[in-house]
């Protein structure tokens, strides 16, 4: 290990949870691991040991280590894992540790460029302090998340002047835009994000209680995000032809996405098969595909004909008719790695050799309530 180069070791080191153990090895490994720990802070003041040993590490570090850290997540989340099983805890944090996130924040300057902030366990209050506190402390921000899991913390007037404050200060420099709701957008909300035309990456979910995502909000921002490559879209809803061609459509360059995942409530596909087929045939250079729909056998035919870069493909059908058996014969791309699949129907085991044909590197992983058309044995 001592022979590697500073380069190569920095590449191993990058790897999740390595960094944060090989920066207490030695000194020459802490130099390395150190600005690859710093990149991303995590903040949980609701463990108030990690809370005041983090403030006292940050006040240790030279001005020049702090200099690395770019992203702070900020929740108020804990997890306990006992022998026993599992256990999810969600404290309620206080004033003091909100001065301890304020004064964190302080110490790290406005270098930060990436943020993402929880709200489950903070009050009202506090939340709209931090994330008022956290913007005004920053420039400007390229990739932003805020999960608000509570419609009392969304309905903050305050919280909300924060959000449109963001959106419009920092529209020309947001890259990546992930928002998971308890309840939907307002139009002055919808019309402020529409203005972040490098926007790269967009992540939307809502939970059952909201509204359902309109079609004229797709025509209102997609046209201007024209440097879109990355969308997510969960809504609890049944999907509708006229959703889904007004979503690709409305896209002004749908031949530039490399990722596209919607999981909307599975219904008669028949309502939206032909809509689909078509917004595939002009996204043809997607790498990873993500649908919870009702799938058919046309829809997963125009899927291996048109994306031959398709790296990973997750899917949920319902239709006890979807058998696979109609593709059985279908030429998939080389690049193809991954497959989950979920279904109700019959899988017929062509399936599996029609991707065998291209990669045996490929992954398939199967569940739910299955009748086999091959053996257990041949999908292992």
């Known amino acids: 290990m001592d022979m590697l180069p500073a380069e190569i070791l920095a590449d191993i080191f990058c790897y999740d949870g390595l960094s944060d153990i090989t920066r207490q090895v030695c000194q020459r490994w802490r130099r390395i691991a150190l600005p690859i720990w710093l990149r991303r802070l995590p ?5 108030p040991f990690k809370d005041t040993g983090m403030l006292n590490y940050l006040e240790d570090l030279s001005p020049h280590d702090r200099l690395f850290v770019r992203a702070l997540d900020v929740t108020s989340r804990r997890d306990f894992d006992t022998s026993g099983g599992n256990l999810f805890h969600i404290d309620v944090a206080d004033l003091s540790c909100v001065e301890n996130v304020l004064l964190i924040q302080s110490l790290l300057g406005s270098r930060i460029t990436d943020l993402s902030m929880t709200d489950a366990g903070w009050t009202p209050h506090s939340l709209a302090d931090i994330l008022q506190t956290c913007l005004l402390a920053t420039h400007h921000l390229t990739h932003f998340q805020i999960s608000l899991q509570k419609t009392e913390s969304y309905t903050l007037p305050d919280l909300l002047d924060c959000l449109l404050y963001l959106y419009r200060r920092d529209s020309g420099r947001l890259k990546s835009l992930t928002l998971d709701l308890s309840q939907s957008l307002a139009d002055d909300q919808w019309t402020a994000m529409a203005e972040c035309v490098e926007l790269q990456h967009f992540h939307l979910g809502l939970h059952r209680n909201s509204e359902p995502v309109l079609p004229e909000i797709f025509k209102l921002a997609f046209p201007k995000w024209t440097s879109l490559s990355s969308l997510y879209i969960c809504q609890p809803r049944f999907l509708s032809a006229e959703t889904l061609q007004c979503l690709y459509k409305s896209l002004p360059a749908p031949g530039q996405m490399r990722e596209l995942r919607l999981i909307f409530e599975a219904c008669q596909a028949s309502q939206y098969e032909q809509e689909f087929v078509e917004m595939i045939h002009t996204m043809p250079n997607l790498q990873i595909l993500e649908a919870h729909l009702d799938w058919t056998n046309r829809m997963m035919e125009h899927v291996a004909l048109t994306l031959s870069d398709l790296r990973e493909l997750s899917i949920t ?18 690049a193809l790695e991954k497959i989950n699949m979920r279904t109700s129907g019959r899988i017929w085991g062509g399936f599996l050799e029609a991707v065998r044909k291209r990669s045996r590197r490929v992954r398939i992983l199967v569940y739910g309530a299955m009748k086999w058309g091959g053996s257990v044995d041949e999908w292992e």
Do not use: H, K, R
């Not at 903040?43 to 463990?47: G, Q, V």
């Not at 059908?317 to 080389?334: D, H, L, P, R």
């Open 317 to 334: 059908c319902s239709s006890v008719e979807f058998t696979c058996a109609g593709i059985q014969y279908m030429v998939w791309g080389q």
């Open 43 to 47: 903040l949980l003041p609701s463990d």
